[in-house]
């Protein structure tokens, strides 16, 4: 995360002119159009209750681009990878018991499983078999 840092996950921005000090916006950008809005946003407030209820601090702000960081540098100021696949995606999301907390275990394990089933099905398609066996399942 960072103030004004335009290439951080989390972008805290302050108010207009004026209002800088009493207000501000943030900007997530780790969720893209894909997503569902309403389970992104209840995830993410779902995490940040879990942080706040635990005591957790955030990390220092990062006023860099997070990516030109070396592996040790991102471990240094607690910069972690996202996952680069939905298989990595979904492994992750299954260890995360504020997730399954927040959803329910009905709603967490018909999720999960979905979304296995789309990896075990498309996961190892290129980009061009991908495209083409769903614009016929779904055209």
Do not use: C
């Amino acid at each position: 995360w960072g103030h004004e840092n335009r290439e951080a996950a989390i972008r805290l921005i302050k108010g207009t002119v004026g209002n800088r000090n009493r207000a501000a916006n943030i900007e997530l950008k780790t969720i893209d159009h894909t997503a569902n809005p309403y389970l992104a946003g209840a995830m993410l407030l779902a995490s940040a209750l879990d942080g706040l209820e635990r005591g957790l601090k955030l990390p220092t702000p990062l006023q860099i681009n997070p990516s030109s960081l070396s592996e040790a540098e991102r471990e240094a100021n607690q910069v972690y990878r996202l996952p680069t696949d939905l298989g990595q995606a979904i492994d992750l999301m299954v260890q995360a018991d504020v997730v399954r907390q927040a959803m329910g275990d009905a709603q967490f394990e018909a999720f999960v499983a979905t979304r296995r089933l789309e990896w075990d099905s498309y996961g190892q398609m290129d980009q061009a078999q991908l495209t083409d066996t769903l614009r016929w399942r779904y055209g």
